[in-house]
């Protein structure tokens, strides 16, 4: 089955290939065991057993502590059940300011991997001297109370690089994979349990004011790449007096509607693979010919060539369509990996499938043995469908899809129908589109890049603009996120904020 993604469409491959090849500081150890200090403020009596827990940390690598928070399962009703949080902190290498806590994306991100496996590529040498850098997972995410979706790989392998057969946008194709994404929600649904329907945003957003209070900090200093931006800025809308230092960075506009978030990334993409393509025609070894628009044309070409006639790879599952878009789209978010691209195009020339299947396998997060790494596909799928109400009538979703094709004839077509991921999710959505202003929070810098294909520049404007106290940081430049991947005016304005509360005057347009 291919996977119809809900909101959002591809904006969540959080630079995976980048953060894979990041690297952890070293400094001292810390002491076998350490104990926070919560806040201890006052909070409504159902509140104080999470809000006042004492954190244990132990020793969990070089350098690093880790330990698990409990926070509500229901937050509006805290004293039923609850959930687990799990943390990873590196201390702060100089004078402490405080914690900052980060979240690389998704949504379905592993903050708790990202800082255990990526710190340096999170941030600055800079940032780790003033600041407890935490990692934690999200609920629903990882290694905090997580969800689960089948009994065996080959299960998840289906819905993520399965072909439906028949006619893109027939009745018929359109009901097969209704009913396919519908089995894949039961399925989450008997595996996970009453989780699923618990693992929104807002929820996730009250989740952060509890680890900020028992971490022991009286504001929430918060890094947030990508996805990571709407949680942090929900964080600012529901909790404004404790909001402290915010940096959004590649943002997403939690305004725009579910149709124009994918519009929006689908031209962004195309832009992205021309500026590859322009890139590739300086160089003798590019594997394309003729013009940027004639490579363009033959691109589309063979994704249709694809849908008929998938290629078999060695494993035995099919390169369709989709799975050659993934395989296309996840090297065009960092520009140091469009080298991935010639060899790609290369091999698929002559139906040989490895690097297709090792860059889909990078964005899904498979292993070579066949296992998946985390759970990022099922946390990815039950945030969105809570997050976001889903456009599943016919009629609608064929003309979307139209204009999907004229506005982005490449990229278009592979990101339509994406209604039918969330259509028939087993828990409704929760929340509506609108504007996040966050009025009474302190300066927020929104950082944004003019050619960021998965999280456009449009929406760094629109997000820093309905923001009360919102800053506009520019990167021009290509990629997915600036920070501590572009140059050092984008770096020093994050750290310099940050560090000492800079704002600056106007955006450096850096």
């Known amino acids: 089955m291919i996977r119809r993604r809900s909101p959002w469409a591809v904006a969540v491959a959080l630079a995976t290939a980048a953060v894979l090849t990041g690297c952890v500081s070293w400094f001292q150890p810390p ?5 926070s200090t919560p806040t201890g403020e006052d909070v409504a009596a159902e509140l104080v057993p999470y809000y006042h827990q004492v954190l244990t940390w132990e020793s969990c690598g070089t350098g690093l502590q880790c330990t698990t928070a409990t926070a509500p399962l229901d937050w509006d009703d805290p004293a039923a059940d609850s959930i687990e949080l799990a943390l990873i902190r590196q201390p702060a290498t100089g004078t402490k300011l405080g914690s900052l806590l980060i979240n690389p994306g998704g949504p379905g991100g592993s903050g708790y991997e990202f800082v255990r496996d990526s710190i340096d590529y999170a941030t600055s040498a800079r940032l780790q001297s003033s600041y407890d850098i935490v990692g934690f997972d999200p609920r629903g995410v990882g290694h905090s109370s997580a969800i689960d979706c089948y009994d065996d790989p080959s299960e998840l392998d289906e819905y993520n690089y399965g ?11 359109i009901a097969a994979v209704r009913a396919a994404n519908a089995a894949w929600g039961q399925a989450c649904l008997e595996h996970t349990g009453a989780l699923l329907g618990f693992v929104d945003t807002t929820s996730a957003a009250r989740d952060l004011d509890l680890l900020r209070a028992v971490l022991g900090d009286e ?7 990508s996805y990571g931006t709407f949680l942090g800025a929900t964080f600012a809308e529901l909790y404004p007096d404790t909001t402290g230092r915010l940096v959004l960075d590649g943002a997403v506009d939690p305004a725009t509607s579910e149709f124009e978030v994918t519009l929006t990334q689908a031209v962004g993409f195309e832009s992205a693979f021309r500026a590859y393509l322009e890139d590739c025609f300086t160089r003798s070894d590019c594997p394309f010919g003729g013009t940027v628009d004639q490579a363009m044309e033959y691109t589309g070409d063979l994704l249709d060539l694809l849908v008929a006639s998938p290629l078999t790879h060695s494993d035995g599952r099919q390169l369709g369509a989709d799975t050659m878009f993934i395989a296309i789209i996840l090297p065009l978010y960092s520009q140091e990996n469009w080298p991935y691209l010639d060899i ?3 091999e698929v020339s002559q139906g040989l499938t490895d690097t297709a299947f090792l860059l889909a396998d990078s964005y899904n997060e498979r292993n070579p043995d066949g296992s998946y790494a985390s759970n990022s596909t099922e946390a990815f799928t039950a945030i969105n469908c809570l997050d976001y109400p889903s456009e599943s009538d016919i009629d609608t979703m064929r003309e979307q899809a139209a204009e999907l094709q004229a506005a982005a004839p490449l990229f278009g077509p592979r990101m339509s129908y994406g209604g039918t991921g969330c259509a028939d999710w087993p828990f409704p959505s929760t929340r509506e589109r609108g504007e996040i202003a966050a009025p009474g929070s302190p300066d927020i810098l929104v950082v944004g890049t003019t050619n960021d294909p998965a999280t456009p520049y449009v929406w760094a404007q629109n997000l820093a603009s309905q923001l009360e106290n919102g800053h506009l940081i520019t990167y021009n430049g290509e990629g997915h996120t600036a920070y501590n991947k572009s140059n050092s005016c984008v770096n020093d304005a994050v750290d310099d904020f940050f560090i000492d509360g800079t704002v600056p005057a106007s955006d450096p347009n850096c």
């Open 31 to 35: 002491s076998p065991e350490v104990t």
């Open 344 to 346: 790609l195009f290369s």
């Open 219 to 225: 504001k929430l200093n918060f890094l947030g790449y």
């Open 163 to 173: 072909i439906i057969p028949g006619v893109e946008g027939s009745d018929e194709w």
